[in-house]
Nanobody, 115 residues
Framework: QVQLVESGGGLVQAGGSLRLSCAAS????????IGWYRQAPGKQRELVAR???????NYADSAKGRFTISRDNAKNTVYLQMNELKPEDTANYYC?????????WGQGTQVTVSS
């Protein structure tokens, strides 16, 4: 069974940093687009950043200049380095692995940014 396991969330003060990790198992990792999404209470899930199998990257406007997504195909892991965190970044962050015909989600990791 495919597993995506997120880690690295926690409580941080505004202006601080966190690095999220998404470790995948039982998929051909390097064939998937891996994305980080987030969902705050009462809001829809939104894309934060994604990285294709070839390394192309997209960021949400809210993440540009502050967040960096990267992948290590040898470790089946994608990272999201988040700097200059703001209270509005508070959300549950989810990892997604997508390719045509396949769409997998992790359980999420909570990020809370205090002001």
């Amino acid at each position: 069974q495919v597993q995506l396991v997120e880690s690295g969330g926690g409580l941080v003060q505004a202006g601080g940093s966190l690095r999220l990790s998404c470790a995948a198992s039982k998929i051909t990792f390097n064939m998937y687009v891996i994305g980080w999404y987030r969902q705050a209470p009462g809001k829809q899930r939104e894309l934060v950043a994604r990285i294709s199998s070839g390394g192309s990257i997209n960021y949400a406007d809210s993440a540009k200049g502050r967040f960096t997504i990267s992948r290590d195909n040898a470790k089946n892991t994608v990272y999201l380095q988040m700097n200059e965190l703001k209270p509005e970044d508070t959300a549950n962050y989810y990892c997604n692995a997508w390719r045509p015909g396949n769409d997998f989600w992790g359980q999420g990791t909570q990020v809370t940014v205090s002001s």
